[in-house]
Every structure is written in C-alpha cells, then in structure tokens.
C-alpha cells in the first residue's frame, strides 16, 4: 500500500484536523508555514480530550518536492497559495483540493495546467481557538473526488484509513454544487444578521430563506445538476436544524474582521446565473450588501 507524504497548505482548523487525522493514522505530514519552520506544536481539543501533537514544517519558498497537498486555505487564497509552492510541484504531484466554494479550481489550473487536481467536501466542524490551536466541534462526513474520473488514485487507499467517515465520490462535482447551493442559502444571511444557523428557521429570516431556494434552484439546474425548490429547501432546513447552534464560517469570518468566501459561494451562483440568463436578485442583492460589508 502506497505510503504519501501530505504537505498541509492553510494551517487553519480545517488543516490542522485533518493534519492531526493523517498523522495519527501514521503517514508522515507536513505542514507549510509562512513564517515557522522546523517542529511546531498543534493542539486539537476534541470534547474533554485534549491532543497536543508535533508536527515538522517548511516554508512555501523552501526547496524539496512534494508528491501530495493537500490545500485548505481560504478559496480566495488557493490560487496564490499553491502558486507558492509551484516550484516544489511537478506534473506528478497530487493536489487535494478541501475549501468552501466553486471557482478556484478553474483559476488554478489556469495557472497550473500540469497538476493533478482532486476536489474534497467536508462536514466536518471545527473552529480556530488560537494559531495551531483548534476545537473539533463535530464529526462529518468528508468526500473525495476527481471530475471525469470514475475510479479513486492509488492514495485513496490510506487516505480513507485515515479520514473517516468517507468516500471516492464519482460525481464530486454535483455534491460542490449542493454544498454551494445550500451555502448560498445560509451563510450571507447569518454574517449579514450576525446570527447563529438556528435563527434562519425563525421568522422572518425563515421567509428569507424560502425565497432564496426558489432562486438558487434553477440556477443549480441549468448549470447541470438538477434539483427543485422543495428539495434544496428541504434539504436547507436539514442543516440548518443539525448545526443550529453552529456560528457558519462566513459569519465567524466577519466577526473576527477577515475577508470572506461569499465571491465563490453566491458570486459563483451569480456568475452561472448570468451564464444562462436567468435574475437572480435576492442573491444579488445579498452579494452587494456582503461586499459593503467587508470594503
């Protein structure tokens, strides 16, 4: 069974989980620093268990190839992140691509055609207590996948020791999809309305987001991936009902003053939107007060 060596891009809660996920299973990972190298300490919270764990580290500007990376920075960061490190990649190295969103894939390879890229989605839950310091908030289910190829690479193997609950998702590009669907719906409503995932099951921001599927729908079916109103909206409320108390990730990015991933969640949704001509203005309008919101 191959053995990879993970390189981890984006030292955030995510990284850091399933950093500490990889290692624990027994492949060797490494994570990439702007500023620290040589052995770092992370800690994962996980209930009343507390882990520290050590991990080596280099910097993106150090030589040494990597063979695997896994990325998950912000979306908006993926591009130059992996830039980065382009010098340390070549047309044999595998990327694992695990962030919000949709677009960034389509930017990386236009500046790196040669890499060998892999889509991820995550419900695994986790937020940042301090740097190199995480709380693992609850356990999801994590898909990996590559579009147009039906069967998983020969790391797929240990990779689903390691993370699990998991698979090799042949359709990796219609699970994006519902994940950005169903973002669309929740997250530009809680950052706007500072408010926990529950409150959009309560008047009147429920209405809000009944609208909102009967808008992001469409759009989701004419880019290819069908669904109708009812079901997004149905399958909106199923979230919104396990991660009530959950603050969403474009919310937490806008209390704690940081840039947020609404450009690839409804801005993507609003680029297909235009695509193939159809209004989508509660979007639009969300969008436009989400970008005064961070400018």
């Known amino acids: 069974m191959i053995r990879p060596h993970w390189h ?10 399933f950093a500490s ?21 992370v800690q994962v919270d996980d209930g009343d268990r ?14 040494g190839h990597i063979d695997h990376l896994l990325v998950t920075t912000k979306a908006y960061d993926v591009c130059p992140a992996v830039t980065s490190v382009a010098h340390r990649l070549d047309q044999n190295s595998q990327v ?3 962030t919000n969103g949709l677009g960034y894939s389509d930017e990386l390879r236009r500046a790196l055609p040669a890499m060998d890229y892999y889509l991820g989605s995550t419900t695994e839950g986790a937020y940042r207590l301090a740097p190199l310091h995480i709380y693992h908030a609850g356990r999801g289910y994590t898909r990996i996948g590559k579009p147009g190829c039906s069967s998983p690479p020969d790391w797929f193997e240990s990779w689903s020791r390691a993370v ?4 090799w998702d042949a359709d990796i590009l219609g699970t994006l999809w519902l994940k950005l669907a169903i973002n669309c719906a929740i997250n530009p409503l809680t950052a706007l309305h500072r408010c926990r995932n529950g409150e959009l099951a309560r008047p009147p921001l429920a209405a809000q987001v009944l609208a909102l599927c009967a808008e992001i ?13 009812a079901v997004l909206h149905q399958q909106v409320r199923e979230v919104i ?21 609404c450009n690839y969640i409804t801005g993507y949704l609003l680029a297909a939107a235009r695509q193939h001509g159809i209004d989508a203005p509660r979007n639009e309008e969300l969008l436009t007060r989400m970008r005064k919101l961070e400018y």
């Open 8 to 17: 981890v891009l984006g030292a955030g809660a995510i990284g850091c989980l």
């Open 164 to 167: 699990q609950p998991g698979s």
């Open 50 to 63: 507390r882990e520290p764990l050590c991990f080596p580290s280099s910097r993106p500007a150090d030589a």
């Open 21 to 41: 996920t990889l290692q624990r299973s027994g492949l060797p990972v490494t994570l990439l620093l702007r500023e620290r190298h040589g052995e770092v300490p």
């Open 96 to 98: 694992l691509l695990l």
């Open 241 to 261: 009902a396990a991660t009530a108390a959950n603050r969403s990730s474009m919310l937490q990015d806008v209390l704690a003053g940081r840039p947020t991933e």
């Open 217 to 229: 729908a469409p759009v989701c079916t004419a880019a290819g991936f069908p669904i109708t109103s």
